[in-house]
């Protein structure tokens, strides 16, 4: 089966939605143009599981709850559900346990989109 090499969160105010992500992650992300494409990439770490992805912001990039969900790897969900309401964010589910997988939460960003974090512990 084939694996997940990136994702993409739209945005209609990309400035706003990467000074959201990067104060509710604690991390810096890279801005780049690529024609009428504006983008913000998540930064990637050798070593560290999963795929990297980005903000973009263009015509056909609409915010939404519907659709995929992506769930973006940390390590306290409590912490970063914390940041997400003083960012202008909404909690919309706490962190809870799945059981031996770990934990998850879930949020809606600056930008209207449903996005969900997973931890180990």
């Known amino acids: ?6 994702f993409e969160i739209p945005a209609l105010d990309l400035d706003q939605a990467k000074a959201f ?8 992300l890279t801005l780049q143009e690529m024609g009428p494409l504006r983008m913000a990439w998540f930064p990637m770490h050798e070593g560290r599981m999963g795929s990297t992805g ?3 912001q263009a015509q056909s990039y609409e915010p939404s709850h519907k659709g995929t ?3 973006l790897g940390v390590e306290d969900i409590d912490a970063v559900l914390a940041r997400v309401e003083e ?12 059981g ?5 939460g879930h ?13 180990v512990k």
């Open 21 to 28: 992500y990067e104060y509710i992650l604690g991390e810096s």
């Open 107 to 119: 949020f809606e960003d600056c930008e209207g989109n449903r996005i969900g974090l997973h931890s």
């Open 1 to 6: 089966m084939s694996h997940s090499v990136w």
């Open 54 to 56: 980005t903000l973009v």
């Open 87 to 98: 960012k202008g964010g909404k909690i919309l589910n706490p962190r809870m346990s799945i």
């Open 69 to 71: 969900l992506i769930y």
């Open 100 to 104: 031996e997988h770990g934990f998850v």
